[in-house]
């Protein structure tokens, strides 16, 4: 499998669909079309494929069929977990929720959705290391705190939480805890019992499954509330038909992605090593986020004196598909909001480049970069008049920010 049409490094905002999942899809489109919900034969065939799925999916985190719900992908699962926890709450004059500065828009924009509907907000520091403390979630807690939610692994930075430790404190203290997985499932080992985790969402197409399907797990004697209301699907609580050749297709992707994971991880750990040693060496460059508990297919830098979107420009002009964070907000000229809460200046925070890459990459997808970037770099930095002003005299980057 190979996306030779380009060096593709942002497997962070979505990855091709791998052959084995598109061959597990194919069927449902064909032979196998019939609703779920039909009491015939063409129906039954479809509704076994989304039962299967749901299992084969279950299995790989330890969780049961039935706490798996489908969803039209992660965006959707954040949403629908996190707005039901809190009326769920609600119902129990709880009004509080805890999140951290730099999740995904989709739970970022839900919790202020929530806000004008008279809840509160707490947002968990997540320090110049992109991590939360556990001790500040504990003293974050209150009585009236109805949901915790933090990410496994941020999407920009890489930067992998303390889930389990999260979790636990959570459980003691009897409240939910729901983690967006969508950067961590199929990449790292999952575990929602080990974990202590109430609620996850999940998102195909970042595991190479297809776009437009995900998941909710929702642990057993959770009585969360419906997000969509209508026919019967999903137990009751998810209305619509199901999107069934998206569903196998996640299943297959999924147990594809996990098979010989530690070896692909190693591989990939070892490309990010090769990529940040000589990336690093370019004067007046950061890495951001953690060096060591971040994900293996991450690397976040900041190059002073650039604006992102000009080196983005440039790669792409290279056939050098990168991002300057989430896809989401490129295309605005905002600072990413998750260097600016690994408390990084707005004029460095603009210069940022987030390479994400996996197994699916190979060792001259990284020969590419490393031939291109340095030149781009130096060339922007050319044509900048602040770097000139500024670096007549070279100061690097760690020594100026002290
Ligand atoms: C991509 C992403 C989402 C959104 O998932 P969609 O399936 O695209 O809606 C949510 N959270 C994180 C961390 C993501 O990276």
Redesign the pocket.
């Known amino acids: 499998m190979s996306t030779e049409k380009y060096v593709y490094m942002d497997q ?3 990855t091709r669909i791998s052959d084995r999942a598109l061959r597990a899809m194919m069927p449902c489109f064909t032979e196998d079309f019939g609703n779920p919900s039909s009491l015939h034969g063409a129906g039954r065939d479809a509704e076994a494929a989304v039962e299967q799925a749901r299992a084969r999916i279950a299995a790989c985190f330890h969780a049961e069929p039935s706490e798996i719900f489908f969803t ?7 949403n629908w977990a996190i707005r039901q926890a809190a009326a769920l709450g609600a119902k129990k004059g709880k009004r509080h929720l805890i999140s951290s500065a730099f ?5 970022l924009h839900t919790l202020e959705a929530l806000e004008k509907d008279g809840f509160e907000v707490t947002l968990l520091p997540v320090h110049e290391n992109g991590l939360v403390r556990p001790e500040e979630l504990e003293a974050a807690l209150r009585e009236d705190t109805a949901l915790v939610t933090v ?5 920009e930075v890489g930067t992998v939480q303390p889930v389990e430790e999260l979790g636990r404190i959570c459980r003691e203290k009897g409240v939910l805890f729901h983690t ?4 961590a499932a199929g990449h790292l080992p999952i575990d929602v019992k080990a974990q202590n985790i109430d609620m996850m ?1 999940l ?4 595991f190479h499954g297809p ?4 998941a909710l797990y929702v642990r057993k004697g959770i009585a969360l509330g419906n997000l969509i209301y209508g026919g019967g699907q999903e137990r009751g609580r998810r209305a619509g038909t199901e999107n069934v050749p998206a569903i196998a297709g996640m299943a297959a992707a999924l147990e594809e992605s996990l098979e010989d994971r530690e070896a692909k991880n190693a591989r990939t750990r070892a490309m990010q090593r090769r990529l940040m040693d000589a990336i690093l060496q370019i004067p007046c460059t950061r890495l951001n986020g953690d060096r060591d508990r971040r994900v293996p297919g991450n690397l976040n830098f900041c190059f002073e004196g650039i604006e992102g979107e000009s080196l983005l420009l440039y790669l792409d002009l290279e056939g050098i598909c990168a991002s300057s964070g ?3 907000t490129s295309g605005s000229l905002e600072p990413s909001h998750v260097l600016l809460a690994l408390g990084l200046p707005a004029e460095v925070a603009h210069g940022s480049l987030r390479l994400s890459f996996d197994e699916t990459n190979s060792e001259a997808d990284a020969d590419r970069v490393l031939e291109k970037l340095p030149g781009v770099v130096e060339r922007l930095r050319s044509m900048s008049p602040v770097w000139k002003e500024q670096h007549a005299d070279q100061q690097s980057f760690g020594e100026k920010r002290e």
């Open positions: 962070a905002a979505t039209s992908g992660g965006s959707e699962a954040d999740e995904h828009h989709a739970v990410m496994y692994v941020n999407n967006d997985t969508v950067q969402s998102s195909a197409h970042k776009k437009g399907v995900g989430s896809a989401c």
